[in-house]
Each structure stands twice: as C-alpha cells, then as structure tokens.
C-alpha cells in the first residue's frame, strides 16, 4: 500500500508560490519519492515516479483560493501538509499589474482584497509560512525548515543545488525548441517567460506603482501592512 500525502502551496499570488512550488517539488524528487501534481482544477498534469521509491507519493496543488467544500478545509489529514505564501502586499500586486494586459483596468483594491483573502483562508491549516522577504535574505534556512515539516533530511549541498535550479528555472523558459517542449515545462514548473518580471525585487513597487497607488494601498490595508511587518 502505497501512502499518499499532499502538499498544498497556498496564499497570495504574485508572491514568489511559484518558486515555492518548484523547490518543494526538488525537494521531493531529491529525497527518492514519485511526485505527482495538479493546479487549481487541472489534476496531474505532472508526475515523476522514475527509479523512485514507492513506499510513500506526494501530490502537490498548487491553490490560491480555499473552497468551503474542499476537504481539507474541514478535514485536515494528517498527511497533508500546507505551505502558505505571503509577500509585502504593494509588492505582490506590483507584480500583478505588471502583467496585465490592459493597464488601465487593472483594480487595486480588488486585487488587494483577494490577495489578503487567499493569504487568510489558509493560515489556520498552514504547517509553515513561507515569507518571500525572509527567503531573499536566508534561502538556505528558509528551504532547510520546509524540509523539516515533511521529515527530510537532505545536506546542505543538495540543498544549495536545489536552490540553484529551482532560481534559474526562469531562464530555461527562453530555450524551447518546440511548443510541446514549452508546454511540458510549463506543466512541470508551473512557470511560463512572463513569470518573472522584475528579478523579486524586494520594494520594487516603488519603480512600478505611481504615487498615488501606493497611498491607495497603504490607506485601505494599513492595519494588515503593519501587522506583517511591512510597515511602521
């Protein structure tokens, strides 16, 4: 009997989930387990089981919102574990308008708002808060203790080498030699050449949102800015 344990990477969008997403997926396939995963509605669109062990698989979901009908929201198993994203409010919807298409309809507030909601949502089921700003300054602390929530026991050499691939990730996404190669990549990585837009800068809102969008941001999620440290 195989066991099965499920590894939610949650919370805000624009908030580094996606590099989140693909460390712990390393990490996985580093320590000798078939990995499988899904995004949002699309179940495993990716599954790794090569000369790997089979005593124990890992699906990973990849989930911003939380649904009241899901499972989990109400019936966490013990084998499931949840990571939860978080980033510096101004920064990650910096990021979002970045992308956007038509600059002009893009909602701050609104974006704003669902980022906080898909942050809260998940925070009472979360087994570790993955912080954008904290994996910045210490990468190798930051995946050492994710490591330690799902029992692994990988060196510290395997994980600078994990670190090293999941960060140049973004660069691989300019060398597809057709579309069925870009498409399994992405279904990998869950990453595409737009995923990255500014390198993470950290405070990089300031070179994006005018004036007049940071105080907007800053008026209505004061309390929330404050309370996460990323204001005074």
Not at 27 to 45: D, M, N, T
Not at 107 to 130: F, G, P, Q, S, V
Not at 139 to 163: D, K, W, Y
């Amino acid at each position: 009997m195989i066991e099965t344990h499920d590894i939610y990477i949650t919370g805000m969008s624009q908030a580094g989930s996606t590099l989140c997403y693909n460390m712990v997926r390393l990490l996985v396939e580093r320590a000798g387990y078939p990995v499988k995963a899904w995004h949002q509605e699309r179940r495993f669109i990716y599954h790794n089981d090569k000369d790997r062990a089979k005593q124990r698989e890992y699906v990973l979901i990849k989930q911003h919102d939380l649904s009241p009908a899901s499972p989990i929201s109400y019936d966490k198993r013990p084998e499931a574990h949840v990571i939860n994203v978080k980033r510096d409010l101004r920064d990650a919807i910096a990021s979002a308008y970045r992308k956007f298409p038509d600059k002009d309809k893009f909602d701050i507030l609104k974006a704003c708002e669902r980022n906080i909601e898909w942050y809260n949502c998940w925070t009472h089921l979360a087994d570790y808060e993955w912080v954008y700003e904290d994996y910045k300054k210490k990468p190798q602390a930051i995946l050492s203790a994710i490591q330690r929530v799902f029992g692994f026991e990988l060196g510290l050499c395997e994980l600078n080498e994990i670190i090293k691939e999941a960060e140049g990730l973004q660069h691989e996404t300019l060398k597809f030699k057709n579309i069925a190669e870009r498409l399994d990549f992405e279904d990998m990585t869950r990453m595409d050449k737009t995923q990255i837009t500014n390198k993470g800068i950290i405070g990089g809102y300031k070179d994006t949102l005018t004036t007049e969008d940071i105080k907007l941001i800053e008026d209505a999620h004061r309390p929330w800015l404050k309370q996460h440290g990323y204001m005074k």
